[in-house]
């Protein structure tokens, strides 16, 4: 199975910082990654697909990139709705598997 | 409005056996890939089984492999997962999530249900 390392774990910011997680999978997986946010109580949503491909309705702060084994999610000038925990996920291979998460809280 | 209902969870016994099922509606179910994806208490999202829109291919994540597993019934437009012989590690809240594209099986999930809890516990 592909492994899927996020870092940090957790990250401390303030409203308005630039927050960037990344996520390196144990193998290349090409541009087969996708972000998803995660509220408490709430079902994930999908932020971006194919490592850069902003989902429709999704702000334009929210931005990816990387392709083999290392990707970036970054969030430019965070919002109050921001903090949420981040999950990548790789969809080069069965099975599709998921990075541990990223907790964004308030500083 | 896309909308996905999980239903059947509960708690069971260890070894025990239990179906979830998710009601999907406010889209053309049968030409979706589907999938179940599940979260421990506290822990992260881990990828259950997935389905073609047909039904006629499936795939499974080795921690549930020959327990596990995923049906459609497309005139019904639900989604199944028969879970057998279940363990305390299959405790966690199961998402039924829909594929973004047709009729590609890419493994990105653009609506999710709410979930369905699962707890195996004697």
């Known amino acids: 199975d592909i492994q899927m390392t996020q870092s940090p774990s957790s990250v401390s910011a303030s409203v308005g910082d630039r927050v960037t997680i990344t996520c390196r999978a144990s193998?290349?997986?090409?541009?087969?990654l996708a972000w998803y946010q995660q509220k408490p109580g709430k079902a994930p949503k999908l932020l971006i697909s194919?490592?850069?491909n902003l989902q429709s309705g999704v702000p334009s702060r929210f931005s990816g990139s990387g392709s083999g084994t290392d990707f970036t999610l970054t969030i430019n000038s965070l919002q109050p709705e921001d903090f949420a925990t981040y999950y990548c996920?790789?969809?080069?291979?069965?099975?599709?598997?998921f990075g541990q998460g990223t907790k964004v809280e308030i500083k | 409005e896309v909308q996905l209902l999980e239903s059947g969870g509960g708690l069971v016994q260890p070894g025990g056996s239990l179906r979830l099922s998710c009601a999907a509606s406010?889209?053309?179910?049968?030409?979706?890939?589907m999938s179940w994806v599940r979260q421990a208490p506290g822990k992260g999202l881990e990828w259950v089984s997935g389905?073609?829109?047909?039904?006629?291919?499936?795939y499974y994540a080795g921690s549930v492999k020959g327990r596990f597993t995923i049906s459609r019934d497309n005139s019904k437009n639900t989604l199944y997962l028969q879970m057998n012989s279940l363990r305390d590690d299959d405790t966690a809240l199961y998402y039924c999530?829909?594929?973004?594209?047709?009729?590609?099986?890419?493994?990105?999930?653009?609506?999710w249900g709410q979930g369905t809890l699962v707890t195996v516990s004697s």
């Open positions: 999530a829909k594929e973004t594209t047709v009729p590609a099986t890419l493994g990105y999930f653009d609506y």
């Open positions: 406010g889209f053309t179910f049968s030409s979706y890939a």
């Open positions: 389905i073609s829109g047909s039904g006629g291919t499936t």
């Open positions: 193998q290349g997986i090409s541009t087969w």
């Open positions: 194919a490592a850069s």
């Open positions: 996920q790789q969809a080069n291979d069965f099975p599709w598997t």
